[in-house]
């Protein structure tokens, strides 16, 4: 029994002689900080994947924000340890108002701008994870991840945008509860407008009937708008034709499928109906010829 007890206290006196050399805490430090943030996110996610209180796009972006604060936390954490356990005087160096400290300020503003505007983002509900967003009027692609300062924009050509939360000055949305098909006609000034408006109307019928699944509905499943003709929009579009006007509104999620649909229906009965769209023509005066310059 008393071998057991001494061999248990020399093992123990062994390991706290190896803890004693520094990058020996440092190395269990990062272990440590590690598994936790690992467990951390393993419980964010079981957490949301239990709940249903908000919905599944909110919660990706909540899941999304929160694993970024604690990647950044354990990030800075890990780096105050390491210099405190070398000596540095970090406290002193936080606290100084040296030239440092002046230049940490300039740099910090951007991040402190960008970490803002992460936030806002989530509290304002601007997007969500898994949006389909136009951003500053140039990017357009799908939300795939919002971080404390970064934005990641999955482009349709499959490139990932990267961009700083502080740069984003515009958002359009296309998935924020709803979306209005619109739909423009121009046909030539020789068609008859009732004719073509009595076709565009049986055109919306058969939108109706066949992309009915698509329109917005409210509490009894009856379509708030569904595809009707808007009006004639412009007795003279660009000096081409008659414009007609049709929309509908349609559920966000599906509302690429619902415009290319009807957009592809509503062609097919224009060409049907032997309805003349308009087109643009641009006389070039000919040369003067060479008997008049005689």
């Known amino acids: 029994m008393n071998d057991w007890v001494s061999n ?3 093992w123990y006196d062994t390991f706290i002689q190896i803890f004693d050399y520094k990058i020996v805490q440092v190395i269990v430090a990062v272990l440590l900080v590690f598994i936790g943030v690992r467990f951390i996110r393993r419980s964010i996610r079981s957490f949301f994947d239990r709940t249903s209180f908000i919905e599944e796009r909110k919660e990706k972006t909540l899941e999304s924000m929160i694993n970024s604060i604690v990647s950044y936390t354990a990030t800075i954490g890990i780096i105050i340890y390491v210099l405190s356990v070398y000596g540095v005087p970090v ?3 936080l606290a100084g108002a040296g030239v440092i400290g ?3 300020g300039f740099g910090a503003q951007s991040l402190i701008r960008d970490i803002l505007s992460g936030i806002f983002f989530i509290y304002e509900k601007q997007l969500h994870k898994g949006d389909f967003v136009s951003i500053n009027d140039k990017f357009i692609g799908t939300v795939e991840d919002i971080g ?3 934005l990641k924009i999955r482009q349709w050509s499959g490139k990932l945008l990267t961009i700083s939360n502080g740069q984003v000055s515009s958002i359009q949305n296309y998935n924020i ?5 619109i739909e423009a006609i121009t046909v030539s000034f020789t068609e008859d407008p009732k004719r073509v408006f009595s076709l565009l109307e049986e055109t919306c019928e058969q939108l109706n009937e066949e992309l009915g699944q698509y329109l917005k509905k409210d509490l009894t499943d009856k379509p708030i708008q569904p595809f009707q003709v808007y009006g004639m929009t412009s007795l003279n579009k660009d000096h081409r034709g008659y414009e ?3 929309v509908g509104l349609t559920e966000d999620l599906v509302y ?3 415009a290319k649909e009807a957009r592809r229906m509503i062609a097919e009965r224009l060409f049907d109906a032997g309805i ?9 005066p000919s040369p003067p010829s060479t008997e008049q310059n005689q």
């Open 8 to 10: 248990a206290q020399g």
């Open 91 to 93: 406290g002193s160096m």
């Open 102 to 104: 002046i230049i940490l």
């Open 148 to 150: 404390l300062r970064f």
């Open 177 to 181: 509860d709803h979306m209005r098909v």
């Open 244 to 246: 007609y006007t049709i």
């Open 256 to 258: 690429w499928t619902a």
């Open 276 to 284: 003349q769209m308009s087109l643009q023509h641009i006389d070039i």
